[in-house]
């Protein structure tokens, strides 16, 4: 909580992954505390369905659920919160606070038959949108990195480094030329 609030009394950026689905189950009260201070929650699918039942929404449509967390009270009011729900193969959902609309970002395509495994990919979205931000990346910017590197990581079994030094997410996503950026994506 001392680094949530800091970060808001000082502008920082604070993003917060709902990690697993019993996180919402089991430390709902925890979660609660937090989210004024976050700025970007990040979940999958079946987390965001925990944080409904947890948080008692009523609702199973992961567009409520997003547009929900993107609207709970935040501290900070210098920029809006945002929340984003990845869906494996369909469209991720972006939902930003006050707004009504809820954004759809298809994913990277990649044939099944190159899927190898899932796991760490969501991870690797983590870390490639976190990348984004922190690079001055545009919100779609940001998450197109995330895609890119989480469609990298579902050609190899289990959590496997897959970029190397002359690959970058910056570079290689069309659109994007810097140089010399590579994203490491911490899987734990």
């Known amino acids: 909580m001392e680094l949530a609030k800091e970060a808001a ?3 920082k950026i604070l993003v917060l992954s709902l990690s697993a689905p019993f996180i919402p189950l089991a430390f709902k009260d925890a979660l609660a ?3 004024p201070y976050v700025d970007y929650v990040l979940g999958n699918d079946s987390e965001a369905a925990a944080f409904a039942q947890a948080f008692q929404l009523g609702t199973e449509d992961l567009k409520d659920i997003a547009k929900h967390i993107a609207n709970m009270p935040k501290e900070n009011s210098k920029r809006k919160r945002v929340a984003i729900v990845t869906r494996g193969t369909d469209a991720t959902l972006v939902a930003i606070q006050g707004e009504d609309e809820v954004k759809e970002y298809p994913v990277h395509v990649i044939n099944k038959e190159d899927i190898k495994d899932t796991t760490g990919a ?3 979205f983590a870390g490639g949108l976190c990348a984004g931000i922190l690079g001055g990346k545009t919100l779609s910017q940001s998450i197109d990195i995330g895609q890119w590197l989480a469609s990298l990581t579902l050609s190899a079994v289990g959590p496997t480094y897959v970029a190397s030094v002359h690959l970058s997410p910056f ?4 659109g994007h030329r810097e140089k010399h950026h590579i994203v490491f994506a911490c899987l734990l």
């Open 122 to 124: 969501g991870d690797a």
């Open 33 to 35: 505390a937090a989210f």
């Open 9 to 11: 009394a000082k502008d």
């Open 171 to 174: 570079a290689a996503v069309p």
